[in-house]
T-cell receptor, first 110, second 115 residues
Framework: GQNIDQPTEMTATEGAIVQINCTYQ??????LFWYQQHAGEAPTFLSY????GLEEKGRFSSFLSRSKGYSYLLLKELQMKDSASYLC???????????FGKGTKLSVIP | DVKVTQSSRYLVKRTGEKVFLECVQD?????MFWYRQDPGLGLRLIYF???????EKGDIPEGYSVSREKKERFSLILESASTNQTSMYLC??????????????FGPGTRLTVL
């Protein structure tokens, strides 16, 4: 199975950079997902990392270190609309399932 | 674009009622999932299906059943609703069968309140 940990809440200032960390303990590893979820809405896909390193996608980047069981989501040039929960998720080896972390609620303040 | 729809955004039911939550996806996805989301507990998998008429239990299947008679439709059934089943229910689908690494696309959610 999977055990996924991420901070519960974070606050950052508009225009700044924020890093949201995720650590995982797995019985197997098959990549790591990040999802964004605005309050009252469905989660939407942000990124998927299966290899070590940083993947950049506009203002958002995601990093993975498989040897350390660690990932982070980096948000640059923060905007008010980035206020949301960010969910880290990992599939199990040989499993159909995704195990989600409890999510990090990011508040962007002026 | 993938579209996953759920039959209701908000639902209020009474204890003991039988409740049906419907989910439909329009992209011919193999896998479909039902989750519930509660504050402080995150997303938890109830049931999933990797093919028509196939289903497997997730982490918290007790008190729930599912039905997948057609590829595009996956129903969650609460046989006898209880107050502890008050929650946000999210349906998701993904393309590739038997591969959990494919992206899951979520419906808008159904907020169920059981009185």
């Amino acid at each position: 199975g999977q055990n996924i940990d991420q901070p519960t809440e974070m606050t950052a200032t508009e225009g700044a950079i924020v890093q949201i960390n995720c650590t995982y303990q797995t019985s197997g590893f098959n990549g790591l997902f990040w999802y964004q979820q605005h309050a009252g809405e469905a989660p939407t896909f942000l990124s998927y990392n299966v290899l070590d390193g940083l993947e950049e996608k506009g203002r958002f980047s995601s990093f993975l270190s498989r040897s350390k069981g660690y990932s982070y989501l980096l948000l640059k040039e923060l905007q008010m609309k980035d206020s949301a929960s960010y969910l880290c998720a990992a599939p199990g080896a040989g499993s159909y399932q995704l195990t989600f972390g409890k999510g990090t609620k990011l508040s962007v303040i002026p | 674009d993938v579209k996953v729809t759920q039959s209701s955004r908000y639902l209020v039911k009474r204890t003991g009622e039988k409740v049906f939550l419907e989910c439909v996806q329009d992209m011919d996805h193999e896998n479909m999932f039902w989750y519930r989301q509660d504050p402080g507990l995150g997303l938890r998998l109830i049931y999933f299906s990797y093919d028509v008429k196939m289903k497997e239990k997730g982490d918290i299947p007790e008190g729930y059943s599912v039905s997948r008679e057609k590829k595009e439709r996956f129903s969650l059934i609460l046989e006898s609703a209880s107050t502890n089943q008050t929650s946000m229910y999210l349906c998701a689908s993904s393309l590739l069968s038997r591969l959990s690494t494919d992206t899951q696309y979520f419906g808008p959610g159904t907020r169920l309140t059981v009185l």
